[in-house]
Structures are given as C-alpha cells and as structure tokens.
Nanobody, 114 residues
Framework: QVQLVESGGGSVQAGDSLRLSCAFSGGTMARYDVGWFRQAPGKEREFVAGVTWLGGGNKYADSVKDRFSMSRDYVKKTLFLHMDKLIPEDTALYLC???????WGQGTRVTVSS
C-alpha cells in the first residue's frame, strides 16, 4: 500500500521560508504525476504545485508561482515544496497527492503570522 507522509510545516512569520517534504513508501514516485494541495480553514482544497511524469515541467498556482518551487529526489522517494516569502494567506494544511490510485498524505500544517 502506498503511503505519503508530509513533514516540515510549522508556525512562521510573514516573509519567512519553509521546506515541506513528502516521503513515499510502499510504492514509487517515479512514472506518476505528483503534487501538492492545500486547504485553509473553512475553504476548499486547492492545487498548489504539480508535475506530470510525461514532461512539461512543474506547474504552480498563480498565487504561489513566484514564491514556491517543487523538487523531487527519486533516490529518497521524496517530494519537496520550497516556500519563500510566506504570507498569512498561505496558512493551510498542505497535502501531498498522487492522483493515480488517489493517494493522499495526512498533511502538514503551515501557519504564517503577520
């Protein structure tokens, strides 16, 4: 069974940076689309960043594309989300997702204070 485990969240001040990690176990990250979503309190879950295995590069939501970047370590089977210049609107539960099989992690919480 594929498991995704996120880590790296925390409480920070506006302007700070964080790096989130998503460790894959029980399966591979390679050859699949993978990405990050987030869900703020009282709001719908929204796409943050993703990549398709077949190419085309990383895709980002407009709200984060100049501040966040995603990377992958295939040897460690880990997906990263590098978040810079954090703003209070980035406060949310961040979840890792592999659409094939509809696998989700439990999420890691990010709180940004002004």
């Amino acid at each position: 069974q594929v498991q995704l485990v996120e880590s790296g969240g925390g409480s920070v001040q506006a302007g700070d940076s964080l790096r989130l990690s998503c460790a894959f176990s029980g399966g591979t990250m390679a050859r699949y689309d993978v990405g990050w979503f987030r869900q703020a309190p009282g709001k719908e879950r929204e796409f943050v960043a993703g990549v398709t295995w077949l190419g085309g590069g990383n895709k980002y939501a407009d709200s984060v594309k100049d501040r966040f970047s995603m990377s992958r370590d295939y040897v460690k089977k880990t997906l990263f989300l590098h978040m810079d210049k954090l703003i209070p609107e980035d406060t949310a539960l961040y979840l890792c997702h592999r659409p094939t099989g509809n696998f989700w992690g439990q999420g890691t919480r990010v709180t940004v204070s002004s």
